[in-house]
């Protein structure tokens, strides 16, 4: 396949997700960006406080978009299609990653500006540190729902390492989700590198298996 008729075929791959598979982890990570926007006040908000809502609540739409990325494929008939075609299953797999990725950062983007109309004190390394979190919870979902095939196990390890940083986020060291909100910046670039190695690794499992 030459370079110009593979990428029409990877144009097209991407409408085609954009238009089937994209919209409903879409709307459930808008959805959850309204809800953070109700449950935590997000106006003239300073220091750690900046951070709260961004790494207590707005961190699950990187499951929402991530962890559900093989989500068409849980349907047998629709696996066994996608797999079927000339252009390989892996790279329909990168490509809903990287517009997912895409979508995470445009989203915190927009929440962040929300937050600075509302006069609060959002600082460049907020939105860093809620990119690399929201990535490294994201990726997890991705890693685990592609190599087990159950993207609710992909959410359930989301969970449960939220979880974890919650209730013990001193043991996880640079890897608490919630950092942040104790006042310390430390770690945020190791996560956002823990969430790539997931990815990466999850995908090179998953070719082995011969699963994409």
């Known amino acids: 396949m030459d ?3 593979r990428a029409e075929t990877l ?35 300073e220091g750690d406080a900046v951070a709260r809502p961004l790494e207590m609540l707005l961190v699950w739409v990187g499951p929402a978009l991530l962890a559900t990325v093989f989500l068409p494929e849980q349907n047998p008939e629709i696996r066994d ?11 329909v797999c990168l490509l809903r990653i990287l517009y997912s990725v895409l979508a995470v950062a445009l989203l915190i983007l927009a929440f962040t500006g929300i937050m600075r109309a509302g006069e609060s004190r959002v600082l460049p390394y907020h939105i860093w540190g809620c990119i690399c979190s929201t990535m490294l919870l994201g ?38 989700l919630f950092s942040m909100s104790k006042g310390s910046m430390q770690g945020k670039g190791w996560q956002l590198l823990a969430a790539a190695v997931l990815a990466a690794g999850a995908l090179l499992v998953m070719r082995r298996r011969r699963q994409i």
Not at 147 to 163: D, I, R
């Open 3 to 5: 370079a110009h008729l």
């Open 81 to 91: 299609v996608v797999r079927a075609r000339q252009t390989g299953y892996l790279w």
């Open 139 to 176: 990726a997890l979902g991705l890693a685990v729902s592609g190599v087990t095939g159950n993207v609710a196990g992909g959410l359930m390890a989301c969970m449960l390492y939220y979880l974890a940083s919650y209730g013990m986020g001193r043991k996880l060291g640079v890897f608490s």
């Open 11 to 45: 144009w097209g791959i991407l409408k085609t997700n954009l238009h089937r598979q994209f919209p409903l982890p879409a709307l459930a990570a808008v959805a959850l960006m309204a809800l953070t926007g109700l449950v935590f006040n997000l106006n003239s908000l």
